[in-house]
Structure formats: C-alpha cells, structure tokens
C-alpha cells in the first residue's frame, strides 16, 4: 500500500503470503471479491480506464476487469514486492495487455492530468498523511464527469486516539495515519469533489474480524504457520484481538467514500 520510502517494505513477501491466507489470493484487505463489489455497487465501470491506488499484489486490479469488464486497470503502490506480485498474477491469468502494475516512491502520483475515468481504492489511503493533497492529486488525475469510490480504515474522531486504539496501531506496526469520515470528506470536497458520500463499514467488519480471529486461531493456524512461522501467526492473533476493542467501542471505523468530478461543461 503507501508507506514511507527508502524503509524496508512493509508488505513483503511474508506479509503477502500471510494476508492472502486469510482474506484470499490476491487479497491484502477484508472482505475478498464481495467488498469490492460493494465499494462499486451502482457503478457502470464496463469499458472504463481504472487507477487502483494501493494496489497491493494485484487481485483487486484483475477484478475489476473480469468481474466489471474495466478496459484497462493500472495498480499503483509503493512497494516493490507486491507489484511483482501483482505483475505476475496478470500474465498468469492473461491481463497483461489489460493491466499494468506502476511502483513509486510516496508523493504526487506519477500519471498525467485526467487520466482515468475511474479512481479506486481499498484500504490503503490511511498509509498516507496529507489528505489534503492526495485528494488534490486523485481529482487532477481523473478525466471530468469521473468518478473516486473506496473502501478505506478511519478513525471514529479526530483527536487523540484512545489508548485502546493506540495500542492497537502499534500492534500493527505499520505507518498509519488514520482520519476521521469528516476529515476525509472535507478534503475531497476542498479538492472539488461533489456529491460526496460515506458508509459506515464498522459493523460489518466487526463481525468478519471476529470470524478472521477464529479461524487464526483455529483452522488457518497450522497452514499459516507453515507458511509463515508460528511466530508471525502468534503476534497477528495479538494484533486482532487489539483490533477487536476498537471495533467493539466503533472507534476504528471502516468506511466507504465516493464522490465525483464535476462535468468540463458543469
């Protein structure tokens, strides 16, 4: 997803293996294939040219061209490992003329002045501190009349987090800059954004959260392990059940968000 350059990846190939043992091949966040349908649901993303930013190794991208009939996807991130990933898994299932796969470093996205019809993301906005400028980035690089839809892990509240929610962002270890829903959508709107929406996602993931516990603990753990090293497994299981409190309490917040550009003649 979008990290901080010159460190070592985040999602490196152990990562990789270990999230895709739970959420599926290809997957790096919750929910699968089912989610992502329901980021788009309503939307007509046949024939369109689509940016995946935080693409991760890739299903997401091939997705929304098999499933949504997307002419073509480009899959974005920052790290290397997981766009190898993902530019595999397109030759293997014979995307690459429909899918390409761009790695650079944090910063202003490296495609030109409105480029894509569609903008999509799931759950890798958080790695990124300036909303103010990346929504300001993502509203240059859509054409007029395009459409931004993602999934994407917030705060309840702006503010100091709650030493339960501290303590499960350090758990996870990774750069997170969680915002709130009102933070999010007032970047969009500064960005020009218009007919800006959220959904909350929390009590969804609430229950599929406590489902990925169990299974972590129970019939994933020892092919995970095999996988991964029990040592992996075991910190992950301390990890979701950090994650549980603020899940239970709503304050880590899941949500959806969409909004448009406006129309060249609007």
Known sequence: MMETAEAEPEYDDTAIRFLEALWGDGYLSPGGPDEVD??????????KTILDIGCGSGGITLHLIERHGAAH???????????EAATQRAAARGLADRARFVQAPPGPLP?????????FSKDALLHVPDKDALFADIFRVLRPGGVFAASNWMISHDGEPSPDMKAYVAAEGLSFAM???????QA?????????????????????????LERLKGPLFPSVVAAVGSAYVEKNIRTWEAMHKVLDSGEHRPTHLRGWKPDAKG
């Open 111 to 119: 495609f030109a002045d409105s480029a894509f019809d569609v903008v």
């Open 188 to 212: 969009m709107r500064g960005a020009g954004f218009v007919d800006v929406t959220v959904r909350n996602r929390n009590p969804w993931y609430r229950v599929v959260a406590k489902g990925e």
């Open 73 to 83: 996807a480009t899959g974005f991130d920052v790290e290397r490992p997981v766009i």
């Open 179 to 185: 915002a709130s829903p009102d933070r999010y959508v």
């Open 38 to 47: 329901r980021v788009v649901e309503g939307l007509s993303l046949s024939g």
